[in-house]
């Protein structure tokens, strides 16, 4: 069984900062990518950022310059660093990884967290 738990997300004003994190836990061989995705209400789930195992990132035009996506692959943990913040950064917050377990290679999901932005 292979799970990814997410913590951090909340409240915070325009301009301000939040950070997310996602940890892996599990019969894990390996994981390559990690990242985050958002859905925000009415609309579809979208990329956010994305980082490979070796540390090539990727991002959503709206957040170049703003967020920053690191991982710490000893702890199996990504983690999503978000500062001057808008209201239309508000959404649900997932994280998911492309991950080799002991049994099978797929994408797993975390339950997503809430992060809402006011103006």
């Known amino acids: 069984q292979v799970q990814l738990v997410e913590s951090g997300g909340g409240l915070v004003q325009a301009g301000g900062s939040l950070s997310v994190s996602c940890a892996a836990s599990?019969?894990?061989?390996?994981?390559?990518?990690m990242g985050w995705f958002r859905q925000a209400p009415g609309k579809q789930r979208e990329l956010v950022a994305s980082i490979e195992s070796g540390g090539t990132t990727n991002y959503a035009d709206s957040v170049k310059g703003r967020f920053t996506i690191s991982r710490d692959n000893s702890k199996n943990t990504v983690y999503l660093q978000m500062n001057s913040l808008k209201p239309e950064d508000t959404a649900v917050y997932y994280c998911?990884?492309?991950?080799?377990?002991?049994?099978?290679?797929?994408?797993?999901w975390g339950q997503g967290t809430q992060v809402t932005v006011s103006s």
């Open positions: 998911y990884a492309n991950i080799h377990s002991k049994f099978v290679l797929r994408d797993y």
């Open positions: 599990g019969s894990i061989i390996r994981i390559n990518v």
